[in-house]
């Protein structure tokens, strides 16, 4: 299974992205879907996940801003970001699984780079 993400780029203060990532070669539906980020210097984080049972979460900072949905039937995840902050710069991953959470045998995307800056 392959991911390819697509979406970051520049953004001033308070502007908005979409993120868009997809997934090929899998013979499974894709239950879990999750956006990480990594900024500089810093560990990477969650973002957001979102499984088959649309049960979603968002880490705190980026609750009210961002939402993530996706579309079965594309095997595609979205992360709808406004608002966006200097702080949200960093390196977007999207990750994906066959089971409704994150293992140790999940997929991940090449990452797409976030600036927000003026």
């Known amino acids: 299974v392959q991911l390819q993400a697509c979406g970051g780029g520049l953004v001033q203060p308070g502007g908005s992205l979409r993120l868009s990532c997809v997934a090929s070669?899998?013979?499974?539906?894709?239950?879990?879907w999750g956006w990480y980020r990594q900024g500089p210097g810093e560990t990477r984080e969650l973002v957001a996940s979102?499984?088959?049972?649309?049960?979603?979460n968002y880490v705190d900072s980026v609750k009210g801003r961002f939402t993530i949905s996706r579309d079965n039937a594309k095997n595609t995840v979205y992360l709808q970001m406004n608002n966006l902050k200097p702080e949200d710069t960093a390196i977007y991953y999207c990750?994906?699984?066959?089971?409704?959470?994150?293992?140790?045998?999940?997929?991940w995307g090449q990452g797409t780079q976030v600036t927000v800056s003026s």
């Open positions: 070669g899998s013979r499974f539906s894709i239950k879990y």
């Open positions: 979102t499984t088959s049972s649309r049960h979603t």
């Open positions: 990750s994906a699984d066959h089971r409704g959470y994150l293992s140790n045998n999940g997929y």
